[in-house]
């Protein structure tokens, strides 16, 4: 009986991230179109520019708080705190692994754009 209260809490906390996903995902479909005067190219540029800045810090600080939770709570199961179980402290180490994978690619992206850009003729 015990074993399945565990495997109740680990599926439960797992339909509670797919559902915070899909509201993320859905929150992404939701961008704001450009009309046409508004696309000059100095407007979209500076446009872009503060959105892509802010948009990658703000996926650096989140892989960073993953990571930083992952800490917390594998410092907290290893001191013994009985409010913290085994399967939370792994699914989020899953995640602090698997954002800071994203991460990792997504920077080498911009590094092989940049490299490409660069090899490009004037």
Do not use: C
């Not at 599926?11 to 509201?23: G, H, I, K, T, V």
């Not at 948009?55 to 989140?62: E, I, P, R, Y």
Request: proline fraction near 5%; charged fraction near 25%.
């Amino acid at each position: 009986m015990i074993e399945r209260a565990d495997i109740n809490s680990v599926l439960a906390q797992m339909r509670s991230l797919r559902s915070e996903m899909q509201q993320t995902s859905t929150a992404r479909m939701e961008l704001p179109s450009l009309r046409p005067e508004e696309m000059s190219p100095s407007r979209v540029n500076e446009s872009e520019k503060g959105s892509f800045t802010s948009l990658l810090k703000s996926a650096v600080d989140n892989v960073n708080g993953h990571q930083q939770s992952a800490n917390r709570m594998r410092e907290a199961y290893e001191r013994g705190d009985p409010s913290v179980d085994l399967p939370q402290v792994m699914i989020q180490a899953q995640k602090a692994s698997i954002s800071f994978e994203a991460m990792t690619q997504v920077r080498n992206r911009l590094v092989q754009a940049y490299e490409d850009i660069s090899k490009m003729p004037i």
